[in-house]
Structure formats: structure tokens, C-alpha cells
């Protein structure tokens, strides 16, 4: 199913310069989106946008991306203008979870009303298939309890410009590789007693 209709205002981003949209908590730019379609994993993983607003970031990542397994999470009173209804998905407020974060590879959190937000999804569902954390937002609103916040298997970096404002920024935190391959051997053990 096609993506509807993205704004005629969306064919005015450039590389060079971020600029608001009304239908987007963060700033746009060509080379956000680039950014952001670069660093999400392909097909068949998948990611999820929580707290899509619009859907005007993710339906511009389809965009660049078709092929991308993006489903967009929020509440019932924000209306979704711009992502196909079959890849909305419906929580019942903004502290909710969405289950199908068990099954994502990669969470993307824009503007998130709750920056601990993040910490909930990752206690409930960070020792499954996520791999990757995408923080947009305020540079005063990141969440700042680093190992404590989201524990010890996952590594931060710091996106200072990727085609933002001077006065958002873009994080990322990584699963530890050495913090799965632990997971694996531990699971090797318990699979050669059974």
C-alpha cells in the first residue's frame, strides 16, 4: 500500500538546512533522513517509530527507503496523516508499550513526551531482539542516568549534527556485542545440559 500524500512542502528539503514542519516535532533535512535510512536495519527487521506524531518522518524514510519494515506507534488521539494504516500501531496512552517492541531490531523515539520512556521499553523488552535505540530530541531532554538508565548492555554515541537544529540532537544507543555473545553462550550451556 502507498504511503498518502507528504506535504508539497516536503520537496523543499535540502541537505543543507534543517526547517520545521507543522507536522513534526523535530527538524527535517535531506541528510537527517539519509542519516536515519542509513543506520535502520533492512528488511525483514524491524523498526518502530514510538511516538510517530504525523507519521511525516516515517512516511519520508519510506520515501527514501521502500523497502523498510517501519510500523508507527501512537496514541489514539494523535492522528496519523501520512503512514498507511496498516503500518499504524495503537497504544492506549503515552506511557503505554507496544508489545510488538519484543520484535523489533531498531526503536526510534522523536520527541518523546517522557524521555524515560525508553528505559521502560528497554526493561520490558531490551534483552530481546533490539538492537539499536534512536534518541531525536532537545539536547536538554537527553535522558542523562547513562549505565544506570538503560544498563550495562548498551553503548551510546553522541549525533551532534546530522541535520538537525543546533538545539536538538540525535543518540543512539547499540546493543554490546560482547553482552550478546554472552547471551548466546549462556543459552549454548543451558541448551547442552537440557
Known amino acids: 500500500m502507498e504511503p498518502p500524500s507528504l506535504p508539497d512542502n516536503s520537496k523543499f528539503l535540502t541537505a543543507s538546512s534543517a526547517i520545521h514542519f507543522p507536522d513534526c516535532c523535530?527538524?527535517?533535512s535531506v541528510s537527517?533522513?539519509?542519516q536515519l535510512a542509513s543506520l535502520l536495519p533492512p528488511n525483514p527487521a524491524l523498526t518502530l517509530s514510538i511516538g510517530s506524531g504525523s507519521g511525516l518522518l516515517e512516511a519520508l524514510l519510506l520515501r527514501q527507503r521502500p523497502t523498510l519494515d517501519l510500523k508507527a506507534?501512537?496514541?489514539p488521539t494523535t492522528k496519523n496523516k501520512y503512514m498507511p494504516v496498516d503500518r499504524i500501531e495503537i497504544v492506549n496512552g503515552y506511557r503505554d508499550l507496544c508489545n510488538l517492541a519484543a520484535d523489533a531490531s531498531a526503536w526510534m523515539f522523536i520527541?518523546?513526551?517522557d524521555p524515560c520512556l525508553i528505559q521502560k521499553y528497554v526493561q520490558h523488552f531490551g534483552d530481546r531482539k533490539c538492537e539499536l535505540i534512536i534518541w531525536i530530541g532537545p539536547k536538554a531532554d537527553i535522558p542523562k542516568i547513562e549505565n544506570?538508565?538503560?544498563g550495562q548492555m548498551?553503548?551510546?554515541?553522541?549525533?551532534?549534527d546530522r541535520g538537525l537544529k543546533v538545539y536538538e540532537v540525535m543518540v543512539l544507543w547499540r546493543r554490546?556485542?560482547?553482552?550478546?555473545?554472552?547471551?548466546?553462550a549462556k543459552e549454548d550451556d543451558t541448551s547442552a545440559i537440557a
Open 26 to 28: 523535530s527538524s527535517l
Open 154 to 160: 548498551w553503548i551510546k554515541e553522541d549525533y551532534e
Open 148 to 150: 544506570d538508565f538503560l
Open 176 to 184: 554490546d556485542p560482547l553482552d550478546e555473545a554472552d547471551s548466546n
Open 73 to 75: 506507534v501512537e496514541v
Open 111 to 113: 520527541y518523546p513526551r
Open 32 to 34: 537527517l533522513i539519509e
